[in-house]
């Protein structure tokens, strides 16, 4: 049990930025990743070791969020994206905020693993290292994986112009 607090201690912060990453919202981050550490708990003896904890920690996190996205109907993101950032709006900041929902449609249209690439690295401000290591594969993996979503989304845009 010392043990589990350990890990709760030291992965909960990274564990939490890979949710809202996902997901954009404090309050279900916070909610999600507390669900995060109960189902790992619950499964500490399924662990097999093969993988760093934190990999496997996100794996986790990642299917809880996926489960809220099912539960949620699979609402277009940029909904969601609109209600957890709701501020003050001037005419350029509306701009810009529309400019924004339409990369998240965008994004949200990109298969995955390049969509989940995408949200690390935009929103959770993680490094190419982290989210190979949190994927599974390699820097260079994540790094070509970026850059070849970022391409198919000026593709896209260019195509709409």
């Not at 662990?47 to 920690?57: A, E, Q, S, T």
């Amino acid at each position: 049990m010392e043990e589990m607090v350990e890990i709760y201690r030291k992965y909960m912060p990274q564990v939490y930025n890979f949710l809202f990453s996902l997901c954009h919202d404090d309050h279900l981050s916070e909610e999600l990743t507390q669900e995060t550490f109960f189902q790992s708990l619950k499964s500490i003896d399924s662990f097999r070791g093969d993988c760093k904890i934190y990999v496997w920690l996100c794996s986790i996190a990642k299917h809880l969020w996926y489960k809220e996205l099912k539960k949620k109907d699979r609402e277009v993101v940029a909904e969601y994206v609109e209600e957890t950032t709701c501020q003050k709006i001037t005419e350029n900041s509306a701009i810009q905020k529309m400019e924004v929902i339409e990369l998240y449609k965008k994004l949200h249209l990109l298969e995955e693993p390049v969509r989940e690439v995408m949200y690390l690295r935009l929103n959770g401000d993680f490094t190419f290292k982290e989210i190979g290591e949190i994927m599974g594969k390699d820097e260079n993996w994540a790094r070509v994986t970026f850059y070849r979503g970022k391409q198919r989304i000026r593709k896209e845009s260019n195509h709409e112009m």
